[in-house]
């Protein structure tokens, strides 16, 4: 299993970025996949989970600004950030269910 995170940067406070996750080493369309994320000095805290029939789940400190998509022909699971905030700074990783391993994380950092 290999999941490889990308699409993180730096943007200012109210904007966007959409984050990828490209998976491999396992038939993709079978797993849920989640978001969590990291900020500094704290546990990670999920994000964002999307099963295999498309059904979604978002942190109440997301819902309404961030969307979960997969792509299953691409074998990639997408996070668009809209309105971003301060708070929202951290390392953000994606996973699957009923595997321990994390990728190795992109950075957003949101500030003016």
């Known amino acids: 299993v290999q999941l490889v995170e990308s699409g993180g940067g730096l943007v200012q406070p109210g904007g966007s970025l959409r984050l990828s996750c490209a998976a491999s080493g396992f038939v993709f369309s079978n797993y849920i996949m989640t978001w969590y994320r990291q900020a500094p000095g704290k546990g990670r805290e999920r994000v964002s989970t999307?099963?295999?029939?498309?059904?979604?789940w978002y942190a109440d400190s997301v819902k309404g600004r961030f969307t979960i998509s997969r792509d299953n022909t691409q074998n990639t699971v997408y996070l668009q950030m809209n309105n971003l905030r301060p708070e929202d700074t951290a390392v953000y990783y994606c996973k699957r269910r009923n595997y321990d391993g994390w990728g190795q994380g992109t950075q957003v950092t949101v500030s003016s």
């Open positions: 999307i099963d295999t029939e498309d059904i979604t």
